[in-house]
């Protein structure tokens, strides 16, 4: 079984950069694609994007259009996703999930990655 | 951009039937994803591709979609049901993701 792991908090100021991984432990080969969602405090949960882990071709939120890269090393079976100019109402958790595709079910989640702009 | 609307709160007793609905234009001609988010925890997925059940998954828990609305069904609810649901589809004309706004169950 396939289990993400994600990087820990992250205190940034505005303007700043974040960087957050998600390594896949267990069977990985699996994996196909992961998808970035945030959960900003008491609301709801809004999709980032997704990367495909075979060709590494991305698909963003258009919100997040301009500021956010999601890479992936195989080698590692680690996702990124940086955001930059962060402000503060970027203070969210960040979470990864797995997906072979973008119509396919988030089936798999990461613990959460909580940041906070201030 | 397309929008999915879901009631903010529903309440039932246990041994009830909860029916949390999620209304967008057409939604019945997409897949519908349904996920279960406890305090503090990550989402887990109830119900996939409008009426499938993930493995784990109690039969209590139950999918429909059709016209301009899917709804989650939850059987004799119990007080661990008790958590946030939230509905999910893709907007393949687009290509980006749209979850519903979220709808808190309680059980009284």
């Known amino acids: 079984q396939v289990q993400l792991v994600q990087s820990g908090v992250e205190v940034k100021t505005p303007g700043a950069s974040v960087r957050v991984s998600c390594k896949a432990s267990?069977?990985?080969?699996?994996?196909?694609?992961i998808t970035w969602v945030r959960q900003a405090p008491g609301q709801g949960l809004e999709w980032m994007g997704w990367?495909?882990?075979?060709?590494?071709?991305?698909f963003y939120a258009e919100k997040f259009q301009g500021r956010i890269t999601m890479t992936a090393d195989t080698s590692t079976s680690t996702a990124y996703m940086d955001l930059r100019s962060l402000k503060s109402d970027d203070t969210a958790v960040y979470s990864c999930?797995?997906?072979?595709?973008?119509?396919?079910?988030?089936?798999?989640w990461g613990q959460g990655t909580r940041v906070t702009v201030s | 951009s397309f929008v999915l609307s879901q009631p903010p709160s529903v309440s039932v007793t246990p041994g009830q039937t909860a029916r949390i609905t999620c209304g967008g234009n057409?939604?019945?001609?997409?897949?519908v994803h349904w996920y279960q988010q406890k305090p503090g925890q990550a989402p887990v997925v109830v119900v996939n591709?409008?009426?499938a059940r993930p493995s784990g998954i109690p039969e209590r828990f139950s999918g429909s979609n059709s016209g301009n609305t899917a709804t989650l069904t939850i059987s004799r609810v119990e007080a661990g049901d008790e958590a946030d649901y939230f509905c999910?589809?893709?907007?393949?004309?687009?290509?980006?993701?749209?979850f519903g706004g979220g709808t808190k169950l309680t059980v009284l």
């Open positions: 999930a797995r997906a072979k595709h973008r119509n396919d079910a988030f089936d798999i």
């Open positions: 267990g069977s990985t080969s699996n994996m196909y694609g």
């Open positions: 990367i495909s882990l075979y060709n590494g071709n991305t």
């Open positions: 057409n939604i019945g001609r997409r897949n």
């Open positions: 591709d409008d009426s």
């Open positions: 999910q589809v893709w907007v393949r004309d687009g290509d980006y993701v749209v």
